[in-house]
């Protein structure tokens, strides 16, 4: 079993930064890849970022060159660094942990983007 919690949402002007976290704990011996999504309001939850365990690293498009997602093993902490934030990153963003026996979402944190 993996716990899974999220931090660092806010509110931000366009062109700002956030940092989001994301924690895990429990079997974390299992995990490989980490991940983010976001998602809006009558929409499917799209991919964001992922890191493996040795720090490959996978953006989707609209977040590349902006977003940076960074790992600390010791910690099982998972880092996502927003810069250049654009009003349509507004989102709930969630963390994934994807493992053989089953995935793990977080609970979400907000993160509003104003124009």
């Known amino acids: 079993q993996v716990h899974v919690v999220e931090s660092g949402g806010g509110l931000v002007q366009a062109g700002g930064s956030l940092r989001l976290s994301c924690a895990a704990s429990?079997?974390?011996?299992?995990?490989?890849?980490i991940g983010w999504y976001r998602q809006t309001p009558g929409k499917q939850r799209d991919f964001v970022a992922s890191i493996s365990r040795v720090g490959i690293t996978i953006y989707g498009d609209s977040v590349k060159g902006r977003f940076t997602i960074s790992r600390d093993n010791v910690k099982n902490t998972v880092y996502l660094q927003m810069n250049s934030l654009k009003p349509e990153d507004t989102a709930v963003y969630y963390c994934?942990?994807?493992?053989?026996?089953?995935?793990?979402w977080g609970q979400g944190t907000q993160v509003t983007v104003a124009s």
């Open positions: 994934h942990i994807p493992t053989r026996g089953a995935e793990y």
């Open positions: 429990g079997s974390t011996f299992s995990i490989n890849v």
